[in-house]
């Protein structure tokens, strides 16, 4: 059963989803008398909105809070305050199932696919909450979007290379039919000419009508492909803008684009 959710007066929001004043603090634990002596600040007071049919970039240095933040609005870790609005309900207290039902759904760090099982295994297991009669149509988006998971639809996941595993993770994620799909760090540990192709593929998610939350260390590709992005240091947004006003923006320049 669907866990009871507040809506707002304005079902059609062209906002999909609104962070407001998102805090995630870890405890800092004595190591003789394990009580708590202080918190790390991991997420500070962080507030966004997405529009529908956009991609936004959370970009910053290894460390900053960003993927603790992505992980915190999907309740993969429990928020210390604030609120996470989705298609205008209010989703913060959402167990993991029904957020998946709601339609946001995580890619994630690292591609987590299952490497003894097939392609094709690993692609239902993304569809296992989707009407059986849609999961074909759902199938056919991911292969006209990676058209290289259907040559290597019986293919162990484990023996694709680290560029089709990311794919992998990316269609394993679409196959639920989401209408925000969030990527967290897609270009960790490939190769430059990978990376180019990986955004490419996000670009192309997008476009076919998939809004986007990319949480990306690679400042330079995220920025370049982002409608509106928002920079992360030490828990809390410093800047944000357009992709292209922040590309453009000296501060960014200087300390993640090698200006």
């Known amino acids: 059963m669907m866990e009871e959710i507040k809506k707002t007066p304005d079902t059609e929001n062209e906002y999909l989803l609104e962070v407001k004043n998102l805090v995630k603090w870890f405890p800092i634990k004595s190591s003789f008398f394990k009580q708590t002596i202080g918190n790390v600040r991991a997420v500070d007071g962080i507030s966004f909105k997405i529009k529908r049919g ?4 959370l970009v910053g ?7 603790t933040a992505g992980r915190t609005i999907l309740r993969l870790l429990e928020k210390t305050s604030g609120e996470v609005w989705f298609d205008g309900k209010e989703i913060t207290n959402l167990d993991t199932k029904n957020m998946v039902q709601s339609g946001i759904i995580l890619s994630p760090e690292g ?5 003894r099982f097939s392609v094709m295994d690993n692609l239902m297991m993304g569809a296992y909450l989707r009407p059986k009669t849609e999961i074909a149509e759902s199938l056919q988006t991911v292969y006209d979007l990676l058209p290289k998971l259907k040559v290597r639809s019986g293919q162990l996941a484990g023996s694709l290379s680290g560029g089709e595993q990311q794919m992998l993770a990316m269609g394993r994620a679409l196959m639920s039919h989401p209408k925000l ?3 967290d760090e897609p270009s960790m540990g490939l190769s430059p000419l990978l990376v180019d192709q990986v955004f490419e593929i996000i670009k192309d998610i997008n476009n076919d009508g998939t809004t986007i939350l990319l949480v990306e260390q690679n400042a330079g590709k995220s920025l370049a492909i982002s409608d509106r992005a928002y920079v992360l240091e030490t828990g809390k947004i410093v800047l944000s803008g357009t992709g292209k006003e922040l590309m453009e923006s000296e501060e960014v ?3 993640y684009l090698g200006g």
């Open 181 to 183: 799909l969030m990527m």
């Open 253 to 255: 320049k200087k300390a």
């Open 54 to 57: 956009q991609t936004m970039g």
């Open 111 to 115: 591609r987590q696919v299952f490497p």
């Open 61 to 67: 240095e290894s460390g900053c809070g960003k993927s």
